[in-house]
């Protein structure tokens, strides 16, 4: 599959209709919620048990994992790639660089959920969710991400 | 109109290493206690909404960033 036949839509839908519980973070959340931002990959956070089940999921999309399942559950993250590049991280917590340690689990029962199309739905961190995954890796991109962030948090908190 | 040229690979190379860096804990605190202000909350406030209104749905904004990622990376290659 080339990056420009990439059917985005069907690739969530492929994903929503797998039942991994899948969150989208990164840039492309932010997209998703209205802020925008350049970005070439996907970033999802996997439940650690539902790798397999996400990964026959998009094989028939082309894209092909990394590491097999085992490697990517000692690893904590793999990617699935073609000319596409989805990062995956499969930790079942992950502390931010100033120390706060953030569980799958929690964000995902307060997860939104976003629609895209007709029948198709991707799943978001709540946006203090989507901040603290922004502070895993703290590069100087992420901290602008934040206060974009913390902008549209204002005005929804109004 | 002043032609701006590109710059060097060596220049991207070093910019993509600075924008990726991996700050301090030290860093991220002093970067987080700095507070919105006013006007940088609006201006980002009002470039969210634009995009909102021309792309009410997330589906809509999604295709429209791989596009404009596309037309970026062009202008990169060329």
């Known amino acids: 599959m080339k990056g420009s036949e990439f059917e985005e839509i069907e690739f969530f839908r492929t994903i929503q209709e797998s039942g991994a519980r899948a969150l989208l973070i990164g840039r492309r959340a932010l997209v998703a919620l209205g802020i925008p931002v350049l970005t070439a990959d996907y970033d999802f956070w996997l439940h650690i048990d539902d790798i397999t089940r996400f990964n026959e999921a998009v094989e028939p999309m082309e894209l092909f994992p990394t590491h097999t399942s085992e490697e990517a559950r000692s690893r904590g993250r793999y990617v699935l790639e073609n000319d596409e590049r989805v990062d995956v991280l499969v930790a079942r917590s992950v502390p931010t660089t100033d120390g706060v340690r953030v569980v799958f689990e929690e964000l995902w029962e307060r997860r939104r959920v976003l629609p895209l199309s007709p029948n198709v739905e991707v799943a978001v961190p709540t946006l203090d969710d989507l901040i603290l995954t922004k502070r895993f890796a703290s590069r100087p991109k992420d901290l602008e991400d934040i206060r974009l962030l913390e902008a549209l948090r204002s005005e929804e908190a109004t | ?78």
Not at chain 2, 49 to 69: D, H, I, S
Request: aromatic residues 8%; hydrophobic residues 40%.
């Open chain 2, 1 to 78: 109109m002043k032609i701006v040229q590109p710059p060097s690979l060596k220049t991207r190379k070093r910019l993509i290493a600075v924008a990726e860096r991996r700050l301090t804990p030290h860093e991220v605190r002093e970067a987080l206690a700095i507070p919105l202000t006013n006007s940088e909350r609006e201006e980002s406030l009002s470039l969210i909404r634009w995009f909102r209104r021309r792309y009410p749905t997330a589906g809509e904004r999604l295709a429209y960033v791989r596009r404009a990622y596309r037309r970026w990376s062009a202008v990169q290659e060329a």
